[in-house]
């Protein structure tokens, strides 16, 4: 069954397990301890430490292991705010961070801070003019990702930097999707990375923290780990990790080739076989491993569950699900289609014949579920068009706002509108980009009794 979803975890690498095993024989003891089992430990965990600096790209002390990515993102934003609470409280930050960022942003302003979101071009990039002009005189953290988890799109990490660093800023990179294909360029201050994500065990997280950056642990101090990360250490794990860190980087050149040519193959036969289709993120600065498409007048879990049940392992990059209606953020920042959303994310050795598959049986997938859902299909335009229509779609979810949309547009003449009621969070997002797919007008939102009116004008 092939697996497409390495952007949420990487299977484990063969060599991590090799050193994870050999580690319970030999890292099981306290690395603290000064007999010999603790010495033994402590020359794992210094060797570890080292093979991750490298890949790193910094010193060995200016490294430390935490228990998920997730936790040194937080830890690396509390203590660098707090490290300069004297500069200021203002925290800048990309609209597309990993939840993770977004999350710490949001307890910081909960605790009287604040922070901007730079906002991002359609291709999921930030323009660094606009990053810097998110920078202030209290501005005492900026966070950027190297890139990004839904679509793939690399940041321009290195001139944001360089920009953070004329403006006295340290720039916090969150490296999770992209550490195990390189380092990191620019000078970054803080870097925060997960093992599980380029195939080591799960539960292991980097955080990098330069000389000379102004840095306060948060809560409690510990004494392992430079107190940046309290509690004992899961040597075994960490070990694996930085054992398969360095495996990855060496086929990674190799494998970036294969891969880029892979996704490249995706990307033109996806928007060549199924229509209705919009391939997002930027087609060249990108992840080689990474594409995401969105499908008009699809239900996203829907296609999922068929591609699940064909073999395919995939994933959606928006949250939109049972039990929320909030769209994407990522998507809804870069203004794209969030329906229909599909990422395929390769691991390394995805075999060849196994992407041909994928793309033999996508297209009758999406063809099925949106007979399933009623899409319109092309039909000649209504005799006598109608002045304008309301498209009552109260209580229903996306795609269906959208496929009601695309049924009545013919039915009114050219300049003449339709109005979708709907109170799907989603539609905010989704009937913008379906104007901009069709070449039609949106006219704008307006309030409703219930949700939101959606006001179309038809062009042609």
Request: proline share 7%; glycine share 10%.
């Amino acid at each position: 069954m092939p697996y497409f979803d390495t952007a949420s975890a990487a299977p484990l690498h063969p060599v991590a397990r090799q050193a994870l095993l050999a580690a319970l024989d030999e890292g099981w003891a306290d690395p603290a301890r000064l007999y010999r089992e603790g010495r033994r430990a402590r020359l794992l965990l210094d060797a570890a430490r080292e093979a991750a600096a490298e890949a790193v790209g910094c010193r060995p002390d200016e490294l430390v292991f935490t228990s998920s990515g997730t936790t040194a993102v937080h830890a690396g934003i509390a203590g660098a705010l707090s490290g300069r609470r004297r500069v200021g409280r203002h925290l800048a930050l990309s609209a597309v961070e990993h939840s993770s960022v977004l999350h710490s942003a949001a307890a910081h302003e909960a605790a009287g801070g604040s922070f901007t979101e730079v906002p991002v071009e359609r291709s999921g990039a930030v323009d660094p003019a606009a990053y810097a002009g998110a920078l202030r005189a209290d501005t005492a953290l900026a966070c950027l990702q190297s890139a990004n988890h839904e679509v793939g799109t690399e940041q321009p990490v290195a001139e944001v930097a360089a920009l953070c660093a004329e403006a006295g800023v340290p720039l916090l990179v969150d490296a999770a999707q992209s550490l195990g294909w390189g380092p990191v360029a620019g000078r970054w201050s803080l870097l925060t990375a997960s093992a599980h994500k380029w195939g080591g065990p799960a539960g292991v997280g980097l955080l990098a923290v330069r000389k000379g950056v102004r840095f306060a642990p948060q809560g409690p101090a510990g004494e392992r780990e430079s107190g940046r990360a309290p509690g004992f250490e899961n040597l075994p794990a960490i070990v694996a990790a930085a054992a398969s860190l360095r495996a990855v980087r060496e086929e990674a050149a190799a494998e970036a080739v294969r891969l880029r040519a892979l996704v490249g193959r995706i990307r033109s036969v996806v928007a060549g076989r199924v229509g209705d289709v919009e391939v997002v993120g930027d087609p060249e600065r990108r992840l080689p491993h990474l594409v995401t498409f969105s499908c008009l007048y699809v239900d996203g879990e829907t296609l999922l569950h068929e591609l699940d049940r064909h073999g395919f392992s995939v994933s959606s990059g928006s949250s939109c699900t049972s039990s929320t209606l909030e769209p994407s953020h990522v998507l809804k920042a870069m203004g794209v289609l969030s329906e229909g959303n599909v990422r395929v994310s390769l691991p390394m050795g995805t075999a060849e014949a196994d992407v041909d598959r994928f793309l033999d049986v996508l297209p009758g997938l999406v063809a099925e579920v949106r007979e399933r859902l009623g899409a319109p299909v092309p039909a000649p335009p209504s005799p006598t068009p109608v002045a304008s229509l309301v498209v009552d779609a109260l209580g229903r979810r996306c795609p269906i706002p959208v496929i009601e949309l695309a049924k009545v547009i013919g039915e009114v003449p050219v300049g003449a509108t339709v109005t979708v009621l709907a109170d799907d969070e989603a539609a905010r997002l989704d009937i913008p980009a379906w104007c901009e797919m069709r070449e039609q007008e949106y006219v704008g939102e307006e309030p409703a009794d219930r949700g939101s009116a959606y006001v179309v004008r038809r062009l042609s």
